[in-house]
């Protein structure tokens, strides 16, 4: 029940703002708005940015996943928690066209009445069907959003990232994608094997992609042990872990080792 306890947390952690409060896409971002239809046919909504600077042959692509209770517009601005707009502006000067998509029941998918928090919170009192499902159903998402940004085309590269929440889902669908080659991944949170194909430490034995996890020692929702142990358990041969004296909200640097990190990728 610990460890329940800390899953559950982790997805209440009081630094990140509900979707409503999260701030507004900036019209000058030159997103261009798409729908993608879900395996079960759910309507996706979806932003894409093209890179800033041309590329000879196709474009390499990203999915970015944002953190529970908050939404794609996260990505668009350059504010906590997030940073995310940095985030995107550094995948689009490396030449990456972004796709951007609500998790289930986040942002332009809200549902009345049925709330993230409160399915986390059935999910500590013993009910975890709904929360699983909403995770096991955003990894879903995300893949087709994939399949989407794929169709037609071979990038060169295929990056998948995520904060938090969107960090266990941009594990679980890396697990069981090989079209994905690149994986960055920002303090992932830590979820009990018992919550099994929601819990990355049940799937990250099969990332094989190049993987930069960037992580907090002073992180209440995964202890350096935890991180340290995921990151060991990945068999990658191309994969980097940087951790920062911080909470859970990670600071602005971390976008500097993003940028390094990106840099350097084949």
């Avoid at 996260?74 to 609500?102: H, I, N, Q, S």
């Avoid at 029941?105 to 399915?119: F, I, M, N, T, Y």
């Avoid at 920002?186 to 990332?207: K, N, Q, T």
Wanted: charge should be positive; charged fraction near 20%; hydrophobic fraction near 45%.
């Amino acid at each position: 029940m610990k460890h329940l306890l800390l899953s559950a947390l982790v997805l209440l952690t009081p630094c990140l703002a509900s979707a409503a409060e999260a701030p507004p896409a900036s019209p000058m971002t030159g997103a261009v708005a798409r729908e993608v239809r879900a395996a079960d046919g759910e309507r996706i909504p979806v932003l894409v940015l093209e890179p800033h600077r041309p590329s000879k042959g196709p474009a390499p692509v990203a999915v970015l996943v944002h953190g529970l209770t908050r939404s794609k517009e996260d990505w668009l601005v350059d504010a906590k928690p997030t940073f995310g707009g940095a985030f995107t502006e550094a995948l689009r000067e490396a030449g990456y066209r972004v796709y951007l998509f609500d998790a289930r029941l986040h942002g332009a998918r809200a549902v009345e009445g049925d709330k993230p928090s409160a399915r986390v919170k059935r999910s500590h009192e013993g009910d975890s069907g709904p929360y699983r499902s909403m995770v096991a159903g955003t990894t879903e998402d995300a893949q087709a959003v994939l399949a989407h940004a794929l169709e037609g085309s071979r990038p060169p590269r295929v990056l998948l990232g995520g904060y938090s929440m969107g960090a266990q889902v941009a594990l679980l669908l890396a697990a069981r994608e090989p079209r994905v080659t690149h994986l960055v991944t920002m303090v992932p949170p830590y979820v009990d094997p018992v919550l099994e194909e929601v819990a990355p430490v049940r799937a990250v034995g099969r990332i094989q992609q190049r993987w930069l996890l960037l992580t907090a020692r002073r992180d209440g929702f995964a202890t350096p042990e935890q991180n340290e142990a995921l990151f060991a358990a990945a068999p990658s041969r191309h994969k980097a872990h940087h951790s920062f004296d911080s909470g859970h909200a990670l600071p602005r640097d971390y976008l500097a080792e993003v940028q390094r990190w990106l840099a350097a990728q084949p």
